[in-house]
């Protein structure tokens, strides 16, 4: 089976700082990675995903994340956060032989003060 | 643009009440969901559905049912609301075609069981 662990549950930054969202995962079989992004009010929408190849992957709105493989790591990062980044962040995790089942952790609100 | 359509953004019923969830996708996926977002918990799958009249049990299908008459959409049914399933209802729809494919979602129903 297949786990998504995001230790933190709220990350406050101010405007123009980074901010890495931590997301570890557990699989003893090949998974695919993702990221979603949830506005208030909204849905989730894809931010980034790591199929295969290289192991830093770019996404929407400057974010990317890095697939470490060996510390069974996918965190994501943005250099500078403006305000219309506060919102939730899924880590999720999905089987390459049933791409279409997500496992997701507990998400992550960014929280980006001016 | 890939839509996936619910038929509530807020519903409130009372305790006992029989409540229908309603989704419906453009895209002719084959694929869909019902999540339930809770805060602390991210998201859970309740059902999903691989063709039509075709369903399969998530990770807490407990006191729900859904229904998927139509290709283009999927019910989710609950026979007797409990205060317990106050809660976001996401669903979400995927093609089935080889490889991966993006799941979309739709903008959430957020239920209050009073």
């Known amino acids: 089976a297949q786990s998504v662990t995001q230790l933190d549950s709220q990350v406050p930054v101010f405007e123009e700082a980074p901010v890495e969202l931590r997301c570890n995962y557990s699989s003893s079989v090949s998974v695919y990675l993702f990221w979603y992004v949830q506005y208030p009010n909204q849905g989730l929408q894809l931010l980034l995903k790591?199929?295969?190849?290289?192991?830093l992957v770019k996404g929407i709105n400057g974010f990317e994340a890095e697939f470490n493989k060996s510390q069974t790591s996918f965190h994501l990062r943005k250099p500078s956060v403006h305000i219309s980044d506060t919102a939730e962040y899924f880590c999720?995790?999905?089987?390459?032989?049933?791409?279409?089942?997500?496992?997701f952790g507990s998400g992550t609100r960014l929280l980006v003060r001016p | 643009d890939v839509k996936v359509t619910q038929s509530s953004r807020y519903l409130v019923k009372r305790t006992g009440e029989k409540v229908f969830l309603e989704c419906v996708q453009d895209m002719d996926h084959e694929n869909m969901f019902w999540y339930r977002q809770d805060p602390g918990l991210g998201l859970r799958l309740i059902y999903f559905?691989?063709?039509?009249?075709?369903?399969e049990k998530g990770d807490i299908p407990e006191g729900y049912s859904v229904s998927r008459e139509k290709k283009e959409r999927f019910s989710l049914i609950l026979e007797s609301a409990s205060t317990n399933q106050t809660s976001m209802y996401l669903c979400?729809?995927?093609?089935?075609?080889?490889?991966?494919?993006?799941?979309?979602f739709g903008p959430g129903t957020r239920l209050t069981v009073l």
């Open positions: 559905s691989y063709d039509v009249k075709m369903k």
């Open positions: 790591y199929l295969s190849g290289s192991t």
């Open positions: 999720a995790v999905s089987r390459m032989d049933s791409s279409y089942k997500l496992i």
């Open positions: 979400a729809s995927v093609s089935a075609g080889l490889g991966y494919n993006e799941q979309f």
